[in-house]
């Protein structure tokens, strides 16, 4: 995910406002940054739904998202890894914590405790007949024009009903 992605999706204007994104905010450099992907992937297939999705983006690579997210990036930060759960492009909850005055909370990066932390298994099963806005089309057609990219849905099932009556 880059910025532009990350405000199209998560927190810019228009987005699905009923989607729930849990945004992972990493540095290759950072020893708990690298030790977490293997869970942040197996948790991402395990409970991905339309309505809850899955990203990351490489805060040493866009640090304005960063500083705009307070997160810090310096060598001994405690927010590096920082997790975050955001619907209608607000932050929900964030792991670690950051207290008022900028303490940050010990933050546990095991399977366990981030199910818990952001209950994903209720998001999972809350959101899981989310229907999105727009949908992911492959080298398709979209009514009478090739298409390939993401299209707002009544698009796409109006190309298919278009597509079955032409048939």
């Not at 999706?9 to 940054?33: A, N, Q, R």
């Not at 492959?138 to 698009?155: C, D, L, N, W, Y």
Request: charged letters at 30%; hydrophobic letters at 35%.
């Amino acid at each position: 995910m880059n910025p532009l992605d990350f405000k199209s999706h998560v927190t810019g204007p228009g987005i699905d406002k009923e989607v729930h994104w849990l945004v992972e905010f990493y540095t290759l450099w950072h020893p708990s940054c690298v030790a977490i992907e293997p869970v942040m992937a197996e948790l991402s297939l395990k409970y991905a739904t339309p309505g809850l999705r899955f990203g990351k983006l490489d805060v040493s690579r866009y640090p304005q998202i960063a500083e705009d997210l307070g997160i810090s990036l310096t060598g001994t930060s405690r927010q590096l890894p920082t997790l975050v759960m955001f619907k209608g492009g607000k932050e929900l909850a964030r792991i670690p914590h950051v207290y008022e005055g900028g303490k940050v909370a010990k933050g546990v990066f095991r399977r366990k405790a981030i199910e818990d932390g952001f209950d994903l298994k209720a998001f999972s099963e809350l959101t899981k007949d989310h229907v999105p806005r727009e949908v992911r089309v492959e080298k398709s057609r979209v009514g009478s024009t090739k298409f390939e990219g993401t299209a707002p849905r009544e698009m796409v099932d109006r190309g298919k009903a278009e597509s079955k009556k032409d048939q």
